[in-house]
């Protein structure tokens, strides 16, 4: 009998990633009843097989741990509650997106009518403290930690704008997250971005498609970067709003079992090109090694995480929910994801220079992009890229990667003459690393926006007090 069937449970992919809170399972107190029956569904379902000998005699926290699968989890009541809450999006915090940058965590976004965005606080926002204590050294999950707490709560978080501090008293309530953002690029090209797969994400994705193709849809950029996955069911929905008959995966039990995951749906006349990186992971993986597998879209970016293995959510009759590994998942041409990953077909690096990349497969060719104390709004899509840009005097620079790419030219770099070249078909424009155009700081090279302007035809550039353009066309 189909393992999925026969425990009739919901089937999950997950890689979590939370943005409002650190979580770490535990089964303290767990009963004796628990135990047992955590012990039983380990035997019955999980990938590696265990068998009595090898679980006897220990807690569910060290049943857990024996199987050496960061994914096989036991929740307790109020930590499913939590748990849940974080599949679908739904956080008490104060509702912003955080990323990391040399050391250092900064707002990348932040929720609109959250208790942030209603105190002032901003994307490209350097978060410095919460309560007086101070986040130098902390990581992100720290960070998470100290901002999360009980609904009508009060935090005091200090962060610093334009190299000035300021504090905020910030009320924590429930916040959702939009899992779904959109925008027309230019040209016809719509861009999607696709946070998580929640129990609602294939609707909503449907509905905000339909929105772009009324506006004119030509080809899409579909974003699945910084996606830790979420429910297979969505996924299935989202694949076939682009397949119209297929397979999502080949799902694979710990007998060898084949159970392929179906597709039925509609094709769409367009190009698509998938954004991933290296947090791209599990449902996220799942439907973008099949959109390339049928030939729908192409993907650019970095590796993707490498999360190919499947867990059920089997609520316990004693008490709490046991999340277990029960298959492992391939392409649909039979490529192993896990610990593997999905190599992108152009590989880039560079949140804004990936998008470009993306862009300019998808047809685009006219780009507008703006940057302003951390934000680079890149043909209307915002993100944090602190090191895109500097002002020294009147005088602006632009990272030399980022530069180079808005040009649509190649850059090359010979480490015995410390040169750089730009090549853009038969044109070739070289600059030492030991010119005065040229700024070296924290291993980032920046260069002149002039220059760029002067070499490439159709590069623009303006400047006003803190706000530096680009265009190209």
């Not at 339909?210 to 910084?226: F, P, Y």
């Not at 006349?269 to 030939?295: C, F, H, I, K, Q």
Request: without cysteine; glycine residues 10%; aromatic residues 6%.
């Amino acid at each position: 009998m189909n393992l999925i069937r026969k425990i009739k449970h919901s089937i999950v992919l997950l890689l979590t990633f939370s943005l409002f809170f650190a979580y770490v399972p535990a089964a303290l107190g767990a009963s004796a009843q628990q135990v047992e029956e955590v012990r039983g569904l380990l035997e019955q379902y999980h990938l590696k097989s265990p068998d009595d000998s090898e679980l006897a005699d220990k807690e569910i926290d060290e049943m857990v741990d024996s199987l050496d699968d960061p994914y096989t989890q036991y929740f307790d009541d109020q930590e499913w509650k939590a748990y849940s809450s974080e599949l679908e999006q739904t956080f008490v915090g104060i509702g912003i997106v955080m990323m990391e940058e040399k050391g250092k965590i900064y707002v990348e976004d932040v929720i609109a009518d959250s208790p942030a965005s209603s105190v002032g606080i901003v994307a490209g926002d350097l978060l410095v403290a919460a309560d007086g204590k101070s986040f130098v050294g902390k990581t992100m999950a720290d960070i998470q930690k100290e901002l999360r707490g009980e609904e009508g709560t009060v935090v005091a978080l200090t962060v610093s704008r334009s190299g000035k501090e300021l504090k905020f008293k910030i009320t924590r309530k429930q916040v959702h997250v939009p899992v779904v953002s959109t925008k027309m690029l230019d040209q016809g090209i719509g861009y999607l971005a696709l946070t998580s797969f929640t129990s609602e994400a294939g609707k909503e994705v449907k509905r905000e498609l339909e929105k772009l193709e009324k506006n004119g849809l030509a080809s899409l950029v579909l974003d699945l970067r910084n996606n830790g996955g979420g429910y297979v069911s969505a996924a299935q929905e989202v694949a076939g709003l682009f397949v119209k008959e297929g397979v999502l995966a080949h799902m694979r039990d710990r007998n060898g079992h084949d159970e392929p995951l179906s597709i039925s749906g509609t094709s769409r006349p367009y190009e698509v090109v998938v954004l991933v990186n290296g947090n791209t992971a599990s449902a996220s993986e799942l439907l973008s090694g099949a959109l390339r597998d049928y030939g729908v879209g192409q993907l650019v970016g970095t590796k993707t995480y490498g999360k190919g293995v499947v867990q059920s959510l089997i609520p316990l009759k004693s008490g709490g929910v046991l999340k277990v590994t029960i298959q492992e998942y391939y392409t649909p041409k039979g490529k192993k994801v896990d610990q593997v990953g999905l190599t992108p077909d152009l590989t880039m690096s560079g949140a804004a220079e990936q998008l470009i990349g993306a862009f300019r497969l998808a047809g685009g060719t006219k780009l507008a992009v703006s940057w302003n104390k951390g934000i680079l709004t890149l043909n209307g899509v915002r993100m944090s890229q602190p090191d895109a840009a500097r002002k020294e005097g009147n005088l602006w620079y632009v990272n030399l990667k980022l530069g180079t790419e808005i040009a649509g030219a190649k850059l090359t770099y010979d480490a015995k003459s410390r040169t750089y070249t730009l090549t853009k078909g038969s044109q070739k424009e070289t600059i030492k690393a030991t010119d005065s155009r040229v700024k070296i700081k924290d291993g980032r090279t920046s260069i002149d926006v002039r220059l760029l302007a002067k070499w490439f035809k159709g590069v623009t550039f303006s400047a006003s007090g803190e706000t530096l353009k680009l265009g190209s066309r």
